[in-house]
């Protein structure tokens, strides 16, 4: 799906753009005042949403109601953090007229920030330090952000 094969993913393209969901994710960074690799559970709290360690009944593994965070727990810490911030990503488009291909769009910009990535050789180092990301997103992003570095970086 971050490779853009939509259809593939049997999900309707996104309606929002690169360039709004960086600012989305980057405002929030700027908000929470927490490094964009932190546990993704102190950018929920300092965003001013609730975390609730339990699922809702027929939403998969999280959800949102824009003010709370539910996600399933497991003890593995990378998928954890992934439904953490697919949740934190729902959340902060939730007044947004978005899809579910936006939201995993937001998904791997808060695992991995266009704002941190040059800062890596490769999606390899980057999982030394996103320690609440799964390997196979960070390799995505990664792959995925490499063609828009120059530009963001240029636009900033």
């Known amino acids: 799906m971050l490779a853009g094969r939509y ?20 405002a929030m960074l700027a908000r929470t005042g927490r490094p964009p690799l932190a546990n993704p559970i ?29 996600y399933r727990w497991t003890a593995d810490v990378r998928e954890l953090g ?14 947004e007229d978005h899809n579910e291909a936006d939201a ?22 980057a999982a030394q330090d996103a320690l609440h990301s799964p390997i ?3 390799h995505q992003q990664f792959e995925r952000r490499r063609t828009v570095i120059e530009r963001y970086f240029l636009v900033s």
């Open 42 to 70: 102190h950018h929920l709290v300092r965003d001013g949403l609730r975390p609730i360690d339990r699922s809702l009944p027929g939403v998969g593994h999280e959800a949102t109601d824009g003010a709370s965070v539910w």
């Open 136 to 138: 196979w997103l960070l």
């Open 7 to 26: 259809d593939e993913a049997e999900l309707e393209p996104p309606l929002l753009d690169d360039d709004g969901i960086i600012a989305i994710v980057k």
């Open 104 to 125: 995993i769009l937001a998904t791997a910009e808060l695992a991995l920030p266009t704002c941190v990535l040059s800062r890596y050789a490769s999606a390899d180092a």
């Open 82 to 95: 992934r439904r953490v911030k697919h949740g934190h990503a729902h959340a902060l488009l939730f007044n």
